[in-house]
């Protein structure tokens, strides 16, 4: 089953295919958006050290996130295939995650970048509704992205595990070519 990093702007779609992808496979789609979410919903530590950065639209602390995924790869679900969705979200968590699955003898077969234009984003997440999609909110979202997220698409494109896919076409389309490229 294949292991799988999903890049991309904040509302390119990658928690709705992440979904799909997760379904057609059955494996997990780990979020750490998600989980983070429900950490806050359930005011565990986790939650009250994350919850003011996400308010924001800042990225947490590293190292939140990087024991969460720890941790979340660990478990028995996740032991052949996964769909990363939202990690990692900076070079710093891209070298981690490298470590981590070179230790635990777990490659990714492909990351998968989401390409979509701004305007198609900024009117996905507006549409979503959730509690951080204020305007502003989604403004600073997207600049934390392209100052902190987009550099991972030249982290990766050393590697040749790297594709690049519209996600601008419809939602069956776009599974159709993560299906084909994998
Ligand atoms: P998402 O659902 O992926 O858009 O994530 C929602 C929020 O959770 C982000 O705006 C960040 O505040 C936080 N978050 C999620 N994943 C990460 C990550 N890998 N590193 C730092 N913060 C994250």
Same mark, same amino acid.
Do not use: E, I, K, M
């Given at each position: 089953m294949p292991r799988l990093i999903f890049l991309g #702007? %904040?509302? #390119?779609?990658k928690g709705t295919q992440a979904e799909a992808v997760s379904d057609l496979f059955e494996i997990p789609h780990i979020s750490t958006g998600d989980i983070l979410r429900s950490a806050v919903a359930d005011h565990t530590l986790l939650g009250i050290q994350a919850k003011t950065y996400m308010d924001r639209g800042d990225l947490v602390p590293d190292q939140l996130v990087v024991d969460l995924i720890r941790e979340r790869l660990a478990q028995?679900? #996740? !032991?052949?295939g996964w769909i990363l969705d939202?990690? %990692? +979200?900076?070079v710093p968590q891209a070298e981690f995650l490298d470590n981590l699955l070179n230790k635990i003898h777990q490659p990714y077969d492909y990351v998968v970048n989401f390409d979509v234009p701004d305007e198609v984003l900024v009117s996905r997440m507006l549409g979503r509704? +959730? #509690?951080?999609?204020t305007e502003e909110v989604i403004r600073n979202r997207l600049k934390v992205y392209r100052e902190k997220t987009a550099p991972l698409i030249d982290f990766y494109q050393a590697c040749e595990k790297l594709a690049h896919i519209?996600?601008? !076409?419809?939602m069956e389309d776009v599974t159709a070519a993560i299906k084909k490229l994998v």
């Open positions: #702007a %904040p509302g #390119a779609g028995p679900d #996740a !032991q052949s939202g990690f %990692p +979200r900076n509704g +959730r #509690a951080d999609d519209d996600g601008s !076409q419809s």
